[in-house]
Each structure stands twice: as C-alpha cells, then as structure tokens.
C-alpha cells in the first residue's frame, strides 16, 4: 500500500518541480502531499544552501510553530550534542530519523510544552547535495512505514528543491554591517540594515534574528558565508568573520544582495552541471575562445563543443553570451 502511495508522491512531486515554482510554494505544496500519508500536528520544511547547509527557506504546514519557540529550534540546531540536528544527519549520511533522546532541548523545551511528543526528520538529497529537509511533529509515534515511506520520496523531494532554487530574482539595497556577540545580539550596525531586517522578517518573523545567530556560531569556527532567500524569490548573501577583541567575543555580518558570482557554485549544482562542464564553464566566464580551453583543459576543441551545447541545454540559453549573462 505504502509503496504505491510514494510512487504516487514523486510523481506529483516530479509535476510541482516543472511548474515553475519556487521554493516556498514547491514545499507548501509538498506538505500537503506528504501530509495524506504521514499526517502530523506541526510540519516545517526548509531548503539550504548547499555549501554551508544554512536554512535559506523556511515554509509551515497549516498550523504554524509559535514564534516564541522558533529562537530556541533556532538555537538548537547550533548547539552541540543536540541530537538529530540537521546538520549532523547529513554527516551521518542518514535520510529520515525519529527523536527518541530524551535528552534533546528541543523536544524538552518546544514540543512537549507543545503537548508533542515525536518527531521525524527527513533530509532531501539530489546527487549526493543537501538541499533541504523537513521536519515533522505530532502526538502519535511515526511507524517504520512512514520512515520508509519519507525514505523513499525524499530524492524526489531533493531533485524538486534543487530545481526550484534555480529561481532568482534581482534585488537593490547597500550592504549593511552588523556586529553581533555569540549569541547574536546586535551591538552595532549600519543605518542599511533595517532595511534587511525588514526583507528577512518577509520570509519569517523572527527570521533576521535567527540569521544573525547562526552566522555568529559560524564565525566561531571560521569563516562563515551563506545564502538565503528573500521574500521575493531574490539571493541575499551574509558573510560573517570574528574580530579581534580583547572582551568578549563579537563578530561582524556583512549582509548584501548576492551577486551572480556568489550564486555561480548554487547554480551550476542547481543545473546538475558535470565536473567537466563546470570547467569548461569558468572558462567561458573567464573570456576564454575554444582553442585556450581545449589547450587549457587537454581536450580537443570538439569535446569543447559538446560540452558548451550541454551547458546551453541545461541553462536554456542559446550562446556563450547568454550563458555568461545568465551566470554573472
């Protein structure tokens, strides 16, 4: 029975992914679909950027999680030793999971204040890429079938968001700086940045806040860079460094509109490029005639050829010009 159900899904899965649809609508759609099968109290999916697996959608089934609780998932996902996060099930290289830790905030302190109990997790992959994932929360327990069922129309549901994030729009605004300690409040800023806090509050309430968290826990390890989406259907870029600071730790956030370039590697994951064509591809972006790349490349100008004829069907442009429009 189950199985006839998610061939059924991943077709209508495969129908949304050709309609045209952006993320937002793409999984508001899905959940529906999915919901016939695993039904549950509470559903909110996201997609992610596939470099830094950050959150760059987040889209509730018809019953939302009260904002109050959206900081502490938020932080969650962030907190070490936190089971099942994210994060940690695409290490693992898992695709659906239940929480059954008793130790995990999440359930302690949202959902059984919530009166829910269990929670399923699933994580949507195309070509070994993350991008996105849902998770699912209701009263009952989620059987094994339903985990095999979730199994089984989680690559669909990747290959649909990996479409889907195709979709940019172009946007204006001047970069804001914001300096933020380790929890994310703001101890400086820029006079541009309300009006990105106004741009990600679209999205979500509370969504400008949870963005500065996480790129402060990001900054923490490292150099951290992500991209999110707008209400619009438009890339804005965060980027976050620590500064050097004798008190407490703090880091700066450089929030601006994201360019072709920052979305180059997006793109071309998005567009199921091949390695060998992504090759081919920066050279064309970088000018380079067909003799250079095949010099460069040590293929023949032939095997050039087939490779720019493959790029243009991908990104249904018609010529090298098209392409590097499209792609700067």
């Keep these: 029975m189950w199985e006839g159900r ?154 649909a968001t990996r479409v889907a994030a195709r979709t940019s729009a172009r946007g204006i605004g001047a970069p804001a700086i914001v300096v933020v300690t380790g929890d994310g409040t703001i101890r400086a800023s820029t006079a541009s940045t309300a009006q990105w806090r106004d741009e990600l509050e679209d999205v979500a309430p509370g969504r400008f806040a949870v963005m500065l968290r996480a790129a402060a826990a990001g900054a923490r390890s490292g150099a951290f860079k992500a991209r999110v989406r707008d209400a619009r259907g438009g890339w804005i870029l965060l980027e976050a460094s620590e500064l050097v600071s004798d008190d407490e730790f703090a880091a700066a956030v450089t929030i601006s509109r994201a360019s072709g370039a920052d979305l180059l590697g997006l793109l071309i994951k998005a567009h199921g490029v091949t390695s060998r064509e992504e090759d081919v591809c920066h050279e064309v972006l970088a000018g380079q005639p067909t003799s250079a790349i095949a010099a460069r490349l040590a293929i023949s100008p032939y095997t050039v050829q087939d490779h720019l004829k493959s790029l243009f069907a991908k990104f249904g442009v018609r010529s090298r010009a098209e392409l590097v429009a499209m792609l700067s």
């Design 6 to 159: 998610a061939r059924g899904v991943r077709r209508d899965v495969t129908a949304l992914a050709g309609a045209g649809l952006d993320v937002a609508q793409l999984h508001a759609a899905a959940i529906a679909l999915v919901d016939r099968v695993v039904p549950c109290e509470l559903a909110c999916w996201a997609s992610m950027d596939p470099d830094s697996g950050v959150f760059s959608t987040m889209t509730s089934g018809v019953n939302r999680i009260p904002q109050q609780y959206e900081p502490v998932l938020a932080t969650c996902e962030y907190t070490p030793g936190e089971p099942h996060t994210f994060a940690s099930l695409a290490q693992r290289g898992d695709t659906v999971a239940r929480l059954e830790d008793k130790r995990s905030t999440r359930l302690n302190e949202v959902w059984r204040p919530l009166g829910l109990s269990h929670e399923l997790r699933s994580l949507f992959r195309a070509d070994d890429t993350c991008w996105g994932g849902a998770g699912m929360v209701r009263t009952a327990e989620f059987s094994e079938r339903e985990l095999e069922f979730m199994a089984s129309v989680a690559p669909a549901l990747g290959a």
